[in-house]
């Protein structure tokens, strides 16, 4: 094993970037890394000269924070957001909806985030609501909460409390004690049990379905029963056909990394589950390494980010009094304060051609055309393919067959409906199944999930009910996003099990709302009529991740930097392996420092055409245990 030079220069870095409380650490970490580790990248002290004009496509949180990073790191440039829609916000939408005693907050996409203090994302998210000055109205929904404790998944016919972090030993006893009699822990403590006997995969294999993968270690029942909800909770998407190596790396990688002394994945996770040691990717460590570095941010925070850093510390998750779309409102209102940030809504973006002379990309909306320096886009990998393609045909070539087949395999994504609805009866749920909602696996049988639903969200519990939230010190009172007493639900619909369908054979919106009532009728005893009920169909968008998508990423990253020379770069879930929010919020600070520092051999996918590195650190002492570079 080979700890000196680089590697224990890196493990002196993470070993204090690493801490829970890095947004407080940071200064630490300034003064304990006395250069920056070497990953191959030469920080500019001044702004890239080249990047005086910027074009964003898409007015999404991506889009948004990207823009914002960039104004606040390259001060005088010049920043266009183009915006198919007449507004901002992408997939973030939170609606209040006047009811008889006030009103509820219904979200339309993403309603809660993740702390977790130690990811690059719940850093830069964190880092992005201070700079928001955001503190004041969020809502911090505690890690003793029965959001945080309780979690559902319905099988065959019932509710069943999975174990968690619980309430500690005895709780997780009981709770295991208990399920050792339910149907869904069927052949579960076998595949466990063999996992550490089971052959470990064939080095040739690159990528395998989530689902055949957990299958092969750990059997059927857990794969079908337990992993599927999730899959359909996160993605809204089917195991089967998802990437494990893009969406399992940590696992992928663990399977693959001692293949004579370690036998298995579970026992070499057993440290990692008890904090003993972390894990930690490349790309990871580098960002780390990156925000350690970054002062432009932290100059910028708002208010008192210790009492927000405290608050976040005990939480599970969070969102705040008018919802999620507080960022992205207070991002659009900031940008368009800035004289320098012109903002297009109803200005779908048609093309993007590369002049490889002049090193500028001209972006085409409405019939007109703008030259820009760079260009961040967060669309897809359709709208990328029809880029390259332009800008293939103005040099007179074609786009290659397998830049063509990467995009199309990747321009893969599911609908989902969302049916919100305002009950209101405080107390339309028993105390005993309060919890963050319950998901439903792929095994249930039809007749239980005529609906083809994914999950049922208690809506009221991360909503800031009294008991659920961490009171901060001076907090007298705590508004919740509701004003009047009640029950929300949300229930998603579709997702992969509506692949193939013709769109006449999609429910309506009407539809949804009576097969949601049915379906909460059979799975809760629910008979009350809601006094509110909406749907919302959410076409393609959530993206979905092939088998084989670090090779098809691989693959349009090497077309992007031979077309656009590092001028055009992506962020957002199409890319980034996961749909999470705070993801886009990192990807979207990468993608500012990758301008400002002119990395122009970078375009957002330069990850995936390089073989994963990972950091195994002992977390007590932390020092490097394994070589990164076998
Ligand atoms: C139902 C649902 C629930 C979710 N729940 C959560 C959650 O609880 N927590 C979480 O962290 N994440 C959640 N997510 C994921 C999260 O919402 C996304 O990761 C995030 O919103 C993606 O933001 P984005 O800006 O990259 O993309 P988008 O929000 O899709 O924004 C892209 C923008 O580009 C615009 N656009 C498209 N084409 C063009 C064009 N040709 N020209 C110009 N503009 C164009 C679109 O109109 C859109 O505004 C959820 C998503 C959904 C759909």
Redesign the pocket.
């Known amino acids: 094993m080979r700890l000196g030079g680089r590697n224990a220069l890196l493990s002196h870095a993470v070993k204090y970037s690493l801490q829970p409380r890095a947004v407080h650490l940071q200064s630490r970490t300034l003064q304990t890394l006395p250069q920056l580790p070497d990953l191959g990248l030469k920080l500019r002290d001044s702004p890239n000269p080249n990047a005086k004009n910027v074009a964003i496509?898409?007015?999404?949180?991506?889009?948004?924070a990207a823009a914002w990073n960039l104004q606040q790191r390259i001060p005088d440039v010049k920043i266009t957001i183009?915006?198919?829609?007449p507004r901002?916000?992408?997939?973030?939408q939170s609606e209040k909806i006047p009811v008889e005693n006030g009103h509820v907050l219904f979200?339309?996409?993403?309603?809660?985030?993740?702390p977790s203090m130690d990811s690059p994302g719940g850093i830069a998210t964190v880092e992005l609501i201070a700079q928001l000055g955001l503190a004041d109205s969020l809502i911090a929904i505690s890690k003793k909460s029965p959001a945080a404790l309780n979690r559902y998944v319905y099988y065959p016919d019932h509710l069943v409390l999975l174990p968690g972090p619980g309430r500690g030993v005895l709780d997780l006893l009981l709770r295991l004690l208990k399920l050792r009699t339910e149907p869904i822990f069927d052949g579960v403590v076998q595949g466990l049990a063999v996992e550490p006997y089971v052959a470990l995969r064939d080095p040739t294999v690159q990528d395998e379905s989530v689902g055949d993968f957990l299958r092969r270690r750990f059997g059927k029942s857990l794969t079908d029963n337990l992993a599927s909800a999730f899959f359909h909770g996160i993605y809204a998407g089917d195991l089967y056909k998802l990437s494990a190596h893009a969406l399992l790396p940590s696992m992928w990688f663990l399977e693959g990394r001692d293949r004579e002394n370690e036998p298995g994945i579970l026992l070499q996770m057993i440290p990692f589950m008890f904090q003993r040691r972390s894990n930690v990717r490349g790309d990871s460590l580098r960002f780390h390494s990156l925000y350690a570095q970054d002062s432009i941010g932290r100059a910028n925070r708002q208010g008192n980010m210790r009492a927000l850093v405290s608050k976040l510390e005990q939480a599970s998750v969070y969102t705040f009094k008018d919802g999620?779309r507080e960022i992205t409102t207070s991002l659009g209102e900031r940008l368009s304060n800035n004289a320098n940030v012109s903002i297009r809504t109803s200005?779908?973006?048609?093309d993007v051609i590369f002049d490889k002379t002049e090193s500028q990309v001209s972006v085409h909306?409405d019939g007109k055309s703008d030259s820009f320096d760079y260009v961040v886009s967060?669309?897809g990998p359709g709208?990328t393919k029809q880029f390259l393609t332009s800008s293939a045909s103005r040099r007179k070539t074609t786009l290659t067959p397998d830049v063509s087949q990467a995009c199309d395999h990747t321009n893969a994504s599911v609908n989902?409906m969302?049916v919100n609805l305002y009950y209101r009866e405080p107390d339309l749920l028993p105390q005993s199944t309060r919890g963050f909602g319950y998901l439903i696996p792929r095994s249930v049988p039809t007749e239980q999930n005529p609906e083809r639903a994914l999950g049922v969200i208690f809506g009221s519990e991360t909503s800031g009910l009294p008991d659920t939230v961490v009171w901060g010190e001076g907090d007298l009172q705590l508004e919740g996003q509701d004003t009047a007493p009640g029950t929300k639900l949300t229930v998603?619909l579709g997702g992969h099990w509506w692949e193939g369908w013709a769109p006449s054979d999609l429910p309506s919106e009407e539809e949804a709302i009576e097969m949601s009532k049915n379906l909460l009728r059979r799975h809760l005893g629910i008979v009350q009529a809601p006094e509110v009920a909406k749907a919302h169909m959410?076409p393609n968008?959530?993206p979905q991740y092939p088998v084989g998508y670090r090779d098809d990423m691989a693959t349009i990253h090497h077309a992007l930097q031979s077309e656009y020379e590092g001028r055009f770069k992506v962020?957002?879930?199409?890319w980034q392996s996961g749909?999470?929010?705070?993801?886009?919020i990192q990807k979207a600070l990468e993608v500012s420092w990758a301008i400002q520092h002119q990395w122009d051999d970078q375009t957002g996918l330069e990850d995936y055409a390089e073989d994963e590195t990972w950091y195994i650190f002992d977390k007590r002492t932390g020092l490097l245990v394994n070589d990164p570079e076998s």
Do not use: F, H
Not at 347 to 350: C, D, E, Y
């Open positions: 496509l898409g007015g999404g949180i991506t889009g948004l183009y915006e198919k829609s901002l916000g992408g997939w973030v979200e339309w996409g993403p309603r809660t985030l993740r999620l200005s779908p973006v048609a909306s967060t669309l709208m989902v969302v998603m959410n968008c959530i962020a957002g879930p199409w749909v999470g929010m705070s993801n886009s």
